[in-house]
């Protein structure tokens, strides 16, 4: 695993800076794959969001707010983990998209649990999945990321990875 000390920032310099994509997980190339390398070339909005649409045909954009560097490491370290993967706030699934193409792709075969307060985004998610067709290794969850954490927690699950992306403050992602 790489460690790169100069991509940290300290909380003033959140949002201020884009730092670049450095891969944490050793592979040959640039990319892993022609899915991991989409995300340095997919077309994007407003200069710096990408856009994924939800099926190859004039298919509609998957609404969110990624930046090329989120979408390649959301899909490498997706790809490389080997246990299941919680996501909370999926907001209409752009992220669960990437991490779902990662897990398809992988070599290890695991299962993703997705949350979102929202029954109208947890319905988004669920729709542009299904016409991905990546909805079969995501569980979509309607309800409170702190309540449904805990449940996690009652069973003795156990993630490998988690994106936490419910709020966008500070606070209520501590």
Known sequence: ?????????????????IPSYYPTFDFDGPF????????????????????VRDHPLSGTVIEGWLRREDSLKLYEIAYFVAGDILELGPYHGLSTSILSRA?????????????????????????????????????????DASSVVRQFASKGAKFEFVFVDHSHSYEAVY
């Open 1 to 17: 695993m790489n460690i790169h000390y100069d991509s940290f920032m300290s909380l003033e310099e959140l949002g201020a800076r």
């Open 32 to 51: 892993i794959n022609k899915s991991h390398e989409y995300f340095s070339t997919c077309p994007v909005r407003d200069g710096i969001l990408v856009e």
């Open 103 to 143: 897990t398809a792709d992988s070599p290890h075969k695991k299962s993703i649990y997705t949350v979102d307060l929202s029954p109208d985004n947890t319905a988004m998610t669920s729709h542009h999945l299904r016409r991905m067709e990546l909805d079969g290794n995501v569980t979509t969850i309607c309800g």
